[in-house]
């Protein structure tokens, strides 16, 4: 499966983007700490991220969580991944979005490509009605990627994840299939 953007596409891991994998987590892990879990040791080696991909591979045909790398169309560089998870069926139709981005290509509008392209399949590839996504106040680029995207703020998550040992808020944005 890829998706394609102007400046990038999207496709599932297979095994063989390990190693990318390290190095991308590796070359922005002070970056991705502010924002996200710290990670064991073993997280950073091709070992982990190969099996964590299998993983991913199972989940998406188990229709849980559909997980894509975000790759330059101009080099087919691995510069961030973004996921649909926690796919929920029957009655409610609905996903959480989470993203990451290597810091060097922040505010170029990438991230907003990536998203529109990730709704655009949940909608209309998996029929979702609703997809869900947490910010941190602290991260207020990664809000207007989601506003740029068609996002509504819903409200604030009080103490809704726990970031480096700390329950942090989280402002709270969503977009039904209506919104396109």
Do not use: C
């Amino acid at each position: 499966m890829r998706l394609e953007g102007e400046r990038i596409y999207l496709r599932y891991y297979t095994p063989e983007d390990a190693k990318e994998l390290v190095d991308l987590n590796i070359r922005n892990k002070e970056f991705f700490q502010q924002f996200s879990m710290q990670y064991e040791d073993s997280f950073y080696t091709s070992e982990f991220q190969e099996n964590k991909i299998i993983e991913q591979l199972k989940e998406m045909e188990e229709d849980k969580r559909y997980t894509f790398g975000i790759f330059l169309k101009e080099n087919d560089r691995l510069i961030g991944d973004i996921t649909l998870a926690q796919v929920v069926r029957k009655h409610v139709q609905s996903s959480i979005l989470g993203y990451a981005l290597d810091q060097q290509y922040n505010g170029k509008g990438l991230m907003t490509e990536a998203v529109r392209l990730v709704v655009k399949f949940a909608f209309e590839k998996l029929k979702l009605h609703r997809i869900t996504a947490g910010v941190s106040p602290r991260n207020p680029g990664s809000a207007r990627v989601l506003e740029k995207a068609g996002f509504q703020r819903e409200g604030l998550a009080r103490k809704n994840v726990k970031i480096n040992g700390k329950w942090e808020d989280h402002i709270m944005f969503a977009i039904l299939e209506d919104d396109l």
